[in-house]
């Protein structure tokens, strides 16, 4: 009975980040001349936090997230994701940054030109956070 209760509780702790949504997600810009930006941000238990940013393909983008008790993650999506109601964004992830991987920073070139999707959740309860993107 523990074990069923166990896995009861670990599994319905996971949907709650896979299926919240994204809705509108807020446009992240760099300030002229600069080519970072960092967002304060927050996500209840149970929610995610969506952000996109435009780049170019080959452009090497770094993001990071901080948060008081460490819990804060990340997933980014590369262009052509989308945002299924009920069941949150939905696409190619980027290698390292994948959903279930609890990733707090992200170094890479990227694959393609368009809108990059970063949501932005917990690993646990609810977080607030800094988010720093850098593209370069």
Known sequence: ??????????????????????????????????????????????????????????????????????NGVFQIYAPGWTDKPGAGPDGKALPGVEPGTDAMRFTGVLPANGSYLIVAGSTRGGTSYTLRVAIK
Request: overall charge positive; some cysteine; proline content about 6%.
């Open 1 to 70: 009975m523990l074990r069923f209760a166990v896995c009861a509780l670990l599994l319905g702790s996971v949907p709650a980040f896979a299926q919240a949504g994204c809705g509108r997600p807020a446009a992240i810009q760099f300030a002229p001349g600069t080519s970072a930006a960092t967002v304060e941000g927050g996500a209840p238990r149970g929610e995610i936090s969506c952000y996109t940013i435009t780049a170019r393909a080959g452009q090497r983008m770094e993001v990071t997230i901080s948060s008081i008790e460490n």
